[in-house]
């Protein structure tokens, strides 16, 4: 029993580790990415001069971001202020663990299945931790002592929150045709049915806003907004600690473009691969490029919609948020039970 | 055996942390490391037994109930508060409620805090300066209701030796699971579900009118 | 496995533990706390004894509690609001206008 569970324990910590290293690589370079793209739709170079294509810029910048004079103030509320980026990170890749990247290989002597955590409970999981996702933003916002970053906090808590219910109205769809809870069970379902986007095309579009939301990104990001509240809840932070904020911002991007993928792209799934009859290590490999390809479309989606889009008031927010996505959301339930009771999703 | 081991090292770590975080928030992110990597090292089997991780969610648990209740600051309150919600999902976890241990993330540490911090950022409230307890009276009323409940507690679990309800291991698949909890909400407790939306409805009409600020 | 008695232990000393924050402190904010405590203390017994007898109607009157609970804790802190628009203060001591 002892040796069975070095074995798991064993093939846990591999997976944790090869995911957090991708993850962190993805967030460092997601700013290259960033950078390159916006600059490409305002038709500028942008970083070309560090490396090739400016590919060590991000290297550049941790470099800064390390040398540069971590300002803590003295009227901050010490624990939670130092506690607070902690508390938007872990959500985000929390989250990702119960993600499947890739079908099962079979290496080793055993079925290892490519995803960290493989519970029956998947999909409550993830709504459980963007739920927890903020706290993070409200208490930076409040323990910085500082009424700009109150308003933040405040704002991005209410934004958040409103936006979860659309996510969840949008996830019921994807559970009610999938049938089970696990992220599994989902990306098998897409492969025997098609993918969801394509009989869920509202619930889709409602996630995907919902995401945009949730993420505090353009068109939503009026809680950070550079022109409006100082810089609403990261205003009092400096150095590492912001940087631990940008950071957080594009783990949490990442993991809403993997759920993006997982509950309505068909996750790894690529359509056709087992009329090719590829041998299985290829197949898992493509399979698994398939997934990043996928998220890494949605991620550079994120970046387009930023930098095309004009930033939401506050009150269109909330106003989309109840008023629009939630009755869409509800009717779109309908549709799927329609659909779901003819057995055609 | 197994518990005590489990409450002992929780209240190790809790120490260690309290004594580090506020000075040296570096330290207290490597010391709990190197406690957990020192508790792999020696104590492996104590790591196995679902009784020492009780032990130690147990010890937190009840030390966060403390705190919560104690802590001069409702914002520090707030945040013992979340942790020990957390410390009750994984006891759901451990009592083979799955469902319900998501569901208490979601709804309670998700949800309800989040309207506590709400209201204590809108309020701004500061820390109370010095927590005054209550008088004569009523610190004795305290004590004595507190005491005739430990002993109504000690009674009745002493009681159960001579009645155990303990039914054997095996459970029925997918006890506690949510299409068990789904089955039996929209099938035997539809009325107490519908009532229970209708509960909600009427707590939101009442939130609202009651948090508006002029009724016109 | 753990035994039941554990938990109901756990429970026992929770809620008093939430009893005595409601009736310590003054703060009604941190006493709407300290009845979510007491709430879970019975919500983690309940589902103990769910574990025990094999029988998920434990696990549904804890969904229910929640329920309930997310709905007091709602107009509670409405009522605080209400309560801080006019007097300013989050005291239960100060909010004495109807007692004896």
Redesign the interface.
């Known amino acids: 029993m002892e040796r069975e569970v070095l074995q798991v324990g064993l093939e846990a910590a591999i997976k944790i580790a090869l995911f957090l290293f991708v993850m962190l690589t993805t967030v460092a370079y997601m700013t290259w990415v960033e950078r390159r793209v916006s600059a490409w739709i305002q038709d500028r170079r942008g970083p070309n001069r560090v490396g090739p294509f400016g590919l060590l810029q991000p290297l550049a910048d941790g470099v800064k971001f390390l040398f540069k004079e971590t300002i803590v103030p003295p009227f901050v509320y010490k624990p939670v202020y130092v506690l607070a980026p902690a508390l938007i990170f872990v959500p985000a890749l929390v989250t990702f663990s119960v993600v499947p990247f890739g079908p099962t290989l079979h290496a080793f002597g055993r079925d290892i299945r490519l995803q960290i955590a493989d519970v029956d409970n998947g999909i409550l999981i993830v709504l459980a931790f963007a739920s927890m996702g903020v706290y993070g933003v409200a208490l930076a916002g409040w323990s910085s002592n500082n009424k700009y970053s109150l308003m933040g906090g405040l704002r991005s808590s209410a934004q958040l929150i409103s936006y979860e219910l659309a996510m969840g109205v949008a996830v019921i769809g994807v559970l009610m045709a999938t049938g089970s809870l696990r992220l599994g069970d989902v990306v098998a379902h897409q492969e025997a049915y098609g993918w969801n986007v394509l009989w869920q095309l509202p619930g889709f579009l409602i996630f995907l806003v919902a995401a945009f939301a949730e993420t505090n990104r353009l068109p939503f990001d009026l809680p950070e907004a550079d022109s409006e509240l100082v810089a609403g809840y990261h205003t009092e932070y400096s150095g590492m600690w912001f940087s631990m904020f940008y950071m957080a911002e594009y783990a949490n991007m990442i993991t809403a473009s993997a759920l993006i993928v997982t509950l309505y792209f068909g996750g790894y799934n690529v359509p056709g691969l087992r009329l090719l009859g590829l041998p299985e290590p290829v197949a898992v490999a493509t399979q698994v490029i398939a997934f990043g390809l996928k998220v890494a479309f949605f991620l550079f989606l994120y970046v387009w919609v930023r930098w095309t889009i004009p930033r939401f008031r506050y009150d269109q927010l909330m106003n989309l948020g109840w008023k629009v996505l939630l009755p869409i959301g509800l009717g779109h339930v309908l549709w799927v039970s329609f659909l779901v009771l003819r057995g055609w999703a | 055996m197994h518990?005590l081991t489990g409450f002992i090292l929780a209240l190790l770590v809790s120490a260690l942390l309290r004594a580090t975080?506020?000075e040296r928030?570096l330290l207290a992110a490597i010391l709990p490391a190197v406690a957990a990597a020192g508790l792999l090292a020696f104590f492996?089997?104590e790591l196995?037994s679902?009784?020492f991780w009780?032990g130690g969610v147990?010890f937190v648990?009840?030390l966060s109930?403390?705190l919560?209740?104690m802590h001069p600051n409702?914002?520090?309150?707030?945040?013992f508060?979340?942790l020990?919600?957390f410390c009750?999902a994984l006891?759901?976890l451990?009592?083979?409620?799955?469902?319900?241990a998501?569901?208490?993330?979601?709804?309670?540490?998700?949800?309800?805090?989040?309207?506590?911090?709400?209201?204590?950022?809108?309020?701004?409230?500061r820390a109370?300066e010095g927590?005054?307890?209550?008088g004569g009276v009523?610190r004795i009323?305290?004590l004595s209701?507190?005491a005739l409940?430990?002993g109504l507690?000690f009674w009745a679990?002493r009681n159960?030796r001579d009645h155990p309800?303990?039914?054997p291991?095996a459970?029925?698949e997918g006890?506690?699971?949510?299409r068990?909890?789904g089955w039996?909400?929209y099938g035997k407790?539809l009325f107490?579900f519908e009532a229970?939306s209708i509960?909600?409805l009427?707590?939101?009409v009442?939130?609202?009118?009651?948090?508006k600020?002029r009724l016109q | 496995m753990i035994r039941v008695e554990f938990f109901l232990v756990m429970g026992a000393l929770l809620f008093t533990i939430g009893c005595v924050g409601v009736l310590i402190r003054r703060n009604i904010i941190v006493m709407l706390m300290s009845i979510e405590v007491m709430l879970n203390a019975v919500n983690l017994t309940f589902v103990a004894f769910a574990r025990e007898g094999q029988s998920m109607t434990g696990q549904i009157v804890v969904f229910f509690v929640m329920t309930v609970a997310a709905a007091e804790a709602a107009v509670g802190l409405a009522i605080v609001i209400a309560l801080f628009r006019r007097r300013r203060t989050t005291d239960a001591d100060d909010a004495s206008l109807m007692r004896w």
């Open positions: 518990l975080i506020p928030p492996a089997s196995l679902m009784e009780a147990g648990a009840i109930a403390l919560v209740v409702p914002m520090v309150s707030v945040l508060l979340i020990h919600l009750i006891f759901y451990m009592l083979q409620a799955q469902a319900l998501a569901l208490q993330v979601i709804v309670y540490a998700g949800a309800i805090m989040v309207l506590f911090v709400f209201v204590i950022m809108l309020l701004n409230l109370e927590l005054r307890l209550g009523q009323g305290a209701v507190g409940f430990a507690m679990i159960r309800f303990f039914a291991d459970l029925v006890f506690g699971t949510a068990q909890l039996l909400l407790y107490a229970a509960l909600l009427a707590a939101m009442g939130a609202v009118v009651l948090a600020r």
